[in-house]
């Protein structure tokens, strides 16, 4: 039977509930933080009580996309879940190479030591220190997710951490997270992650809305890879809003690929931390501007349940 491994546990697939499909909970102080101080977002208080109006609003689940030794803090999202009420799925993976020192050690692992990283943190525990060495300090709490991205190219970096990540989803069907910049190189990211046996019914491309070219999105959901939009709330009033028009292009074609997130990744996006919309804008302002577009309750419904309930449940894998 599937499921979805949250920080908390296991879930059956139907439990998720309304799911923002890419969002950054928790991010520490590290050289992410150092890179832009507006990433830092390391008080579980602010992020319970952000969590905790987004559930009153109906709410009930956030993928988290932080992955190894970038801010990412698992025994902290575990607490943000508890105290929220909110599920709560954090991943394994590496991030772009900006977001790590020079010398991480993320440059100097062979994809075989990569896959068994990731491999170990979906099957035992996170690393309660995060990923510091090859030693880890096993946590209660387990990856339900691979985090990986590309920048504006394909690196040889960039190529060893997808045939990793594909490595660690063969044996056991966890879902793929995908970071594009700027929504650039998806095509590319589909057939790195196809060649390598992926099941594409359980990729997640982020920020595909950040390049709103339809044909483009067509060509990639043609592929049947799922795809996350995160700039609903990030348009300048002279621009329209090309997330929304996506959604009124395509949703009638690709009903169970497209979800939606915040990618809300800083400080001065969340309510309690000064900011601003919060987490509540998709389930409040952003709704209300699908429907009057047109938009129907069962595309709402799928966009926010049925689709990342399919998308985030791990891949049953054939006995023998």
Not at 298 to 320: E, V
Request: net charge negative; hydrophobic share 40%; proline share 5%.
């Amino acid at each position: 039977m599937s499921f979805i491994r949250t920080v908390l546990g296991d879930i059956a697939p139907d439990q998720l509930g309304v799911c923002y499909a890419h969002e950054h909970i928790i991010i520490d102080a590290s050289f992410t933080t150092v890179v832009d101080a507006d990433f830092l977002l390391d008080d579980v208080d602010a992020a319970s009580r952000e969590l905790a109006e987004f559930h009153q609003l109906g709410g009930r689940a956030v993928i988290d996309s932080m992955p190894c030794d970038s801010g990412r803090n698992v025994m902290k999202l575990a607490e943000v879940s508890r105290r929220s009420g909110v599920h709560i799925v954090c991943p394994t993976g590496l991030h772009l190479a900006k977001y790590y020192d020079p010398g991480h050690w993320g440059n100097s692992y062979s994809e075989d030591e990569l896959a068994a990283l990731f491999l170990s943190e979906i099957t035992e525990g996170i690393d309660a220190r995060d990923c510091n060495g090859p030693f880890p300090q096993r946590s209660p709490h387990r990856a339900g997710l691979i985090k990986i991205a590309t920048g504006e190219t394909i690196t040889p970096r960039a190529e060893k951490i997808f045939a990793a990540a594909a490595a660690a989803h063969r044996v056991t069907g966890c879902p793929i997270l995908t970071h594009t910049e700027q929504g650039t190189l998806g095509l590319a990211q589909v057939e790195m992650l196809g060649k390598h046996g992926v099941d594409l019914r359980h990729v997640v491309l982020s920020h595909l809305d950040r390049k709103p070219d339809p044909a483009y999105h067509r060509e990639i959901l043609s592929t049947g890879v799922r795809v996350e939009y995160d700039s609903a709330f990030r348009w300048k009033p002279e621009q329209g809003n090309p997330t929304l028009d996506l959604l009124l292009e395509l949703i009638s074609e690709f009903p169970d690929q497209i979800m939606l997130g915040m990618d809300a990744a800083r400080r001065s996006y969340w309510k309690h931390h000064g900011g601003s919309p919060g987490m509540g804008f998709l389930l409040t302002t952003f709704t209300d501007q699908m429907k009057s577009a047109g938009l129907a309750d069962i595309d709402l419904y799928r966009i926010f349940i049925t689709n990342p309930a399919q998308a985030y449940a791990f891949r049953k894998i054939s006995q023998g």
